[in-house]
């Protein structure tokens, strides 16, 4: 074989890829898996694709009350991807979202147990807050201390706090379990409402929409024009670079875990206070995790996880419509769900790198292969 011969397929990074121009891919990548989802439906069931398509959006869109579901689902995958937004971008891989939330709520949950008929109601829910937002800053700074110290694996440190917060939980949950035996709390001071958020009008799930609307133009904010965000910025793109320029990158490593940690505060204070008025280990839905995906595909904008938040709410909510409505394997759902994220995935190698197919008997260009070369 000739030595300069080239190869057939040669990839290349893109540089010029703009966010309407990504979406857009994104968006194609959905089509087509709509279009596979639609053959393996038909054959798997026997069912018309269109139909469950439809169902899909029923069992998102159907009625007001399912709009307000969806509106409040999408709100607090948010919320804990906001929270894991500013480690990921400083490239500390906070894996314990999950963790965080439940010691949130616990913390919210003790405080209506502990003080819901002893004090005032405002009194309550100002302790609600700062508790619940406090101790999960707390959880959250402790593997960022190791890491700035002993520079231990935050990945593994930030996964096994998961696990002990669950067992703090399902001992909690023991402890405060009504009535002796049953293994759960129920809803917390039912007949007082006592430490229950406030409700704006008819609507139950307002508030902590709005609370989140608000979190996600300020960590915009945050992230694109103060000081931190830059910093971060710079600490995750090289420690020695931003030591070099006169940034404490410890100070920032535990500063930024602080401010994550006590966002997934947050949104235990909503969960327990705001919506479910109670506590479990299950409380936090899998949402720890399930944000990672969704920082990632929107690249950490806050602006564009709310796409990526609603897209994946969206899948999950219509999933689980389509097995209630057809009497299928919730697994079923789950597949459809999987194949269009996996197209989803698959398309984020389009947005960034360039496949150059040469044409046979030709070469690629000199500027070809000097993109091929810097892959």
């Known amino acids: 074989m000739h030595k300069d011969r080239e190869p057939l397929v040669r990839i290349s990074k893109r540089t010029d890829v703009g966010f309407g121009k990504s979406w857009g891919i994104r968006i194609i990548a959905i089509i087509i898996?709509?279009?596979?989802?639609?053959?393996?439906?038909?054959?798997?069931?026997?069912?018309?694709?269109?139909?469950v398509y439809k169902t899909m959006f029923t069992g998102a869109f159907g009625t007001p009350r399912k709009l307000w579901i969806l509106g409040q689902e999408i709100a607090m995958l948010l919320c804990v991807s906001?929270?894991?937004?500013?480690?990921?971008?400083?490239?500390?891989?906070?894996?314990?979202?999950?963790?965080?939330?439940l010691i949130g709520g616990l913390a919210a949950a003790a405080c209506m147990i502990?003080?819901?008929?002893?004090?005032?109601?405002?009194?309550?829910?100002?302790?609600?807050?700062?508790?619940?937002?406090?101790?999960?800053?707390?959880?959250?700074?402790?593997?960022?201390i190791f890491k700035a110290r002993w520079n231990t694996n935050e990945t593994l440190f930030t996964l096994m706090m998961n696990?002990?917060?669950?067992?703090?939980?399902?001992?909690?949950?023991?402890?405060?379990?009504?009535?002796?035996?049953?293994?759960?709390?129920?809803?917390?001071?039912?007949?007082?409402?006592?430490?229950?958020?406030?409700?704006?009008?008819?609507?139950?799930?307002?508030?902590?929409?709005?609370?989140?609307?608000?979190?996600?133009?300020?960590?915009?904010v945050y992230l694109k024009y103060?000081?931190?965000?830059?910093e971060l910025t710079v600490v995750g793109e090289s420690q020695n670079t931003a030591r070099y320029v006169g940034i404490k990158v410890e100070k920032v490593i535990i500063r930024t875990m602080l401010l994550s940690g006590a966002i997934c505060g947050l949104a235990g204070l909503l969960l327990v206070g705001g919506t479910d008025h109670t506590i479990t280990t299950t409380i936090a839905g899998g949402r720890g995790f399930t944000a990672v995906m969704v920082a990632w595909l929107a690249k950490f904008n806050p602006i564009g996880m709310v796409l990526s938040s609603f897209l994946l709410v969206f899948l999950g909510r219509g999933a689980s419509e389509i097995s209630t409505i057809y009497g299928?394997?919730?697994s079923f759902g789950d597949i459809l769900t999987g194949i269009i994220l996996f197209f989803i995935i698959g398309s984020e190698f389009f947005i960034n790198y360039r496949l150059h197919i040469r044409k046979a008997g030709s070469a690629l260009s000199e500027s070809e292969r000097k993109e091929g070369q810097n892959v």
């Open 226 to 230: 103060s000081k931190h965000g830059y």
């Open 114 to 144: 502990l003080f819901g008929d002893k004090i005032p109601n405002g009194v309550l829910i100002l302790m609600m807050i700062v508790a619940s937002i406090g101790a999960a800053a707390i959880w959250a700074v402790i593997p960022a």
């Open 82 to 101: 906001l929270a894991l937004t500013p480690a990921f971008k400083m490239k500390f891989w906070n894996l314990g979202g999950e963790g965080q939330i």
């Open 163 to 220: 696990y002990v917060a669950t067992q703090l939980v399902a001992y909690f949950v023991i402890f405060w379990e009504v009535p002796k035996g049953s293994g759960k709390i129920g809803i917390i001071n039912q007949n007082t409402e006592a430490g229950w958020l406030p409700q704006i009008g008819p609507y139950k799930y307002l508030l902590n929409i709005l609370i989140i609307a608000i979190l996600t133009v300020a960590m915009y």
């Open 328 to 330: 299928l394997n919730h």
């Open 33 to 51: 898996a709509l279009v596979v989802c639609g053959v393996i439906t038909t054959m798997l069931t026997g069912l018309n694709p269109i139909s």
